[in-house]
């Protein structure tokens, strides 16, 4: 295909995939017929893969990525699905490393057309192909229109809320205010001055999924559900000075030995990325973040990895902790037998939360849990059991900062 081509599809089920030289971010947005998503719930990627008629397919490192919409599922109203790529390296470009798309039988896995955009220099993300609907027939389209602003100016043109970084404050902001929370936060007395400012909605991934709630210590250990928030506190009182991170897991066949790595990532504010603690760095932010050091097998009872971490000596720029987990070995997760996370009271060794990942995916990379500051001071914690393509805590930094 060219620019601006069409073909009619010959199945109702198609998966487009996105090939290059890189890794890349795949994803598909369903939009109307004014050319906007009806809400964030429209944009489909790695960390919401799925939506009405819509999926992300991961190629599992080995092959690529991939976009399948069934047209006989998409809901009346949707006119128009846009398949888009950008490298998965911050900044990279794609001169040079020109991607091709080929647009399938998601059935049978025959090629239906192929489109490589010509002449792509500064672009780094683009609108490879549509799929869209006309006179009642749907038909796909080859775009290859190019944005140098990355994925997030694609999705602003097509109305997914993208969060804007804040301009700096004059003084520093007192208090300090963190990306969206989770759940409602009450807000700040008014005596304090200056105001926190409005803050903008979180991207679809930070939404708690339906029936997903807050609970409390008040009743003591607390068994968390994926996406459930445990607020830290105990009868209205700031409960936790300091905190360990347990993580454990066993081989899940064979007996084979497993390299699991768990890792805490800081951000500030603005989702910015300020340090990592895992096997290759074992403390940061002065001490107040330290890791146990790595274990290369899995093997014995307890937990296998812990990662302590002093809440009270946290800088005030730091307001979200996203914790992590790796199989640096290379096994998917779907190997690993009892993978668990758990948070101890470090100075009364009493075991406050536990997140048993229950439902393995054949990934590499899992975002276990995550705290987050809230308005008050308090820190709530919730539990993700997110899985993503990356061996290593580096690869974890932006879909975790997405995931905040």
């Not at 109307?32 to 819509?54: C, E, H, L, M, W």
């Not at 607390?222 to 066993?250: D, F, I």
């Not at 390299?259 to 805490?264: F, G, N, P, Q, T």
Request: charged fraction near 20%; include cysteine; glycine fraction near 10%.
């Amino acid at each position: 295909m060219t620019p601006g081509s069409n073909i009619p599809l010959a199945a109702a089920r198609v998966a487009v995939d996105v090939a290059a030289p890189v890794r890349l971010d795949v994803s598909g947005l369903l939009l109307t017929a004014d050319g906007k998503v009806r809400s964030d719930d429209d944009f489909i990627f790695y960390n919401q893969p799925s939506g009405p008629g819509v999926t992300y397919r991961s190629g599992g490192g080995g092959a690529p990525d991939a976009i399948i919409v069934d047209t006989t599922a998409v809901p009346p109203g949707i006119e128009k699905i846009v398949v888009t790529a950008s490298p998965d390296a911050a900044g990279q470009t794609f001169q040079g490393i020109e991607p091709t798309a080929t647009i399938r039988d998601a059935d049978n896995g025959s090629a239906l057309a192929t489109f490589t955009p010509p002449r792509l220099g500064t672009e780094t993300a683009l609108v490879v192909v549509e799929i869209y609907l006309r006179g009642g027939q749907w038909k796909a389209r080859a775009v290859g229109q190019g944005y140098a602003d990355g994925l997030a100016g694609i999705a602003t043109d097509f109305g997914v809320t993208v969060e804007e970084p804040a301009p700096a404050p004059v003084a520093p902001p007192q208090p300090v205010v963190p990306p969206q929370p989770l759940t409602p936060a009450p807000p700040a007395p008014a005596a304090q001055s200056p105001a926190a400012p409005p803050v903008p909605p979180a991207p679809p991934a930070a939404v708690p999924a339906p029936g997903a709630g807050k609970v409390n210590l008040d009743k003591g250990r607390v068994s968390l559900q994926k996406n459930q928030t445990v607020s830290l506190v105990k009868g209205g009182r700031p409960l936790l000075a300091r905190v360990k991170m347990g993580l454990g897991w066993e081989p899940a066949y064979r007996g084979a030995d497993i390299d699991l790595d768990a890792s805490v990532i800081a951000y500030g504010p603005q989702r910015n990325h300020i340090d990592s603690c895992y096997f290759g760095k074992l403390t940061i932010l002065n001490g107040a973040v330290k890791h146990s050091g790595d274990n290369l097998t899995g093997e014995g009872a307890g937990d296998d990895e812990v990662i302590v971490v002093d809440l009270g000596r946290l800088p005030q720029e730091v307001t979200g902790l996203v914790f992590t987990v790796n199989s640096f070995s290379g096994q998917k997760f779907t190997e690993v037998a009892k993978a668990y996370c758990r948070l101890v009271d470090a100075t009364t060794e009493e075991e406050l939360v536990r997140f048993d990942l229950t439902h393995a995916e054949p990934q590499t990379g899992v975002m276990m849990a995550k705290l987050i500051r809230q308005f008050t001071g308090e820190w709530e914690m919730t539990a993700m059991g997110d899985f993503v393509k990356a061996r290593t805590v580096r690869n974890m930094v932006k879909p975790a900062a997405q995931a905040l």
